[in-house]
């Protein structure tokens, strides 16, 4: 099958969903690709801050994701031994510490606002596996394939939006500089307890970070940091001992946790490093997001930030032809900021145990 269109999209994450449906709504063709059945996954960032909320508020789109449903953060605590013994409020101003959308949720409205714009289409299950270039080494479209099938999309411009292992980034031939952070995540899912609150709860256990995120429809989200690289050691201990320490943490949630952490197969491990590239484009192709910015999650930074990127590339597509100066100057902006959320991921992750010096 052969395609053309002025934007080709390659991934329907926050990111990609986000552009494609401000290029639809500017007027410029868009086909966004997917390689998964359905576009709604979980297990991803799903805390929306303060910039994120402002993208969606900009466009109408907040109170669309809310009626799906999410969750403002009342409350950051820190717990030590089963005790609660610093509190964090919101800034009034701004009224909570962040807001839990379900990816799903975010997605959903994304596309179906998109699907209201003819110059959208969007293709499921449909793997973007080369980048079609002109003898000069441009980018003129993707090569993918769809249930067996080879289908080739001609386009004045290709975004990667593909996430951390990027093929777009890969085949333009963009290097990125990856950066371990020392950690890696368990991560879990449990219902709240009944009485449980919109907060996010934080302990510190030998000397790594335990978190539990409040979610919409009554659910914990479990992250719990573990030194890089030793969850193949950790499995071959006794579970036990490892889980009372949560328990010991947040003995509220004992009942819970006994009923629904049972093994070690109930943990999802994440590796977790973050990456950079300096090049944020070549001729014909742009890349947005994880792709060109992995970020750890410290802070929630990384959905909020593909979703910025996005929005500041919509700005300066507007026509059939993207001016390539327009382009650069875009990633020099985004860039920048993105170097600075980096940074202070890093310092939050280094100090993060200093949360837990109590002074008397
Ligand atoms: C454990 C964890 C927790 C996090 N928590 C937060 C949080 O609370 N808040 C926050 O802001 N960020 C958080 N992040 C970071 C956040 O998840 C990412 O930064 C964000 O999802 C990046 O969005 P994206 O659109 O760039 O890429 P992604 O969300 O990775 O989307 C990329 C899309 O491209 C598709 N794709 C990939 N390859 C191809 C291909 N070849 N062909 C077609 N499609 C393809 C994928 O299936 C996917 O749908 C967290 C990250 C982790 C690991």
Redesign the pocket.
């Known amino acids: 099958m052969n395609l053309k269109t002025d934007v080709c999209i390659?991934?329907?994450?926050?990111?990609?969903a986000l552009l494609a449906y401000l290029l639809a709504k500017q007027n410029i063709s868009v086909i966004l690709?997917?390689?998964?059945k359905e576009v709604a996954k979980e297990f991803?960032?799903?805390?929306l801050n303060e910039e994120g909320e402002e993208i969606l508020k900009k466009y109408g789109l907040l109170e669309k994701v809310e009626k799906l449903g999410m969750l403002r953060m009342e409350r950051l605590e820190y717990w030590e031994n089963g005790k609660l013994f610093k509190t964090v409020l919101p800034d009034p101003a701004i009224g909570h510490l962040g807001i839990h959308v379900p990816q799903s949720h975010l997605l959903t409205v994304l596309i179906n606002e998109a699907k209201t714009f003819n110059e959208f289409s969007l293709m499921t299950s449909?793997?973007?596996i080369d980048l079609i270039k002109d003898n000069e080494g441009s980018v003129k479209g993707v090569k993918a394939n769809q249930n067996g099938n080879e289908i080739f999309i001609e386009s004045n411009l290709v975004i990667g939006?593909?996430?951390?292992y990027s093929?777009v980034r890969k085949k333009a031939g963009i290097d990125v500089t990856v950066r371990k952070h020392g950690y890696d995540?368990l991560?879990a899912k449990i219902p709240a307890p009944i009485h449980w609150e919109p907060t996010i709860k934080m302990a510190l256990i030998d000397g790594m970070q335990l978190s539990l995120f409040t979610q919409t429809n009554r659910f914990i989200q479990i992250?719990w940091n573990i030194p890089e690289g030793s969850f193949p050691s950790l499995i071959k201990q006794p579970f036990m001992p490892f889980i009372e320490k949560l328990i010991k943490a947040f003995p509220e949630l004992e009942s819970t946790v006994r009923s629904h952490i049972q093994s070690w197969r109930d943990f999802v491990l994440?590796d977790v490093h973050s990456n950079y590239a300096e090049q944020w484009g070549k001729k014909g192709v742009a890349l947005?997001?994880?792709?060109v910015h992995t970020?750890t999650?410290t802070g929630?930074?990384?959905?909020?930030s593909?979703m910025k990127d996005a929005d500041t590339l919509a700005s300066v597509i507007t026509e059939e032809k993207v001016s390539e100066l327009e382009l650069i100057q875009c990633s020099k902006q985004r860039k920048k900021e993105v170097a600075r959320l980096q940074a202070i991921q890093i310092e939050k992750e280094q100090t993060f145990a200093t949360q837990f010096v109590i002074y008397s």
């Open positions: 390659v991934g329907a994450g926050p990111g990609g690709l997917e390689r998964f991803r960032g799903e805390h449909t793997t973007v939006a593909d996430g951390r093929i995540l991560w992250g994440l947005i997001g994880d792709a970020m999650p929630a930074f990384g959905l909020n593909a």
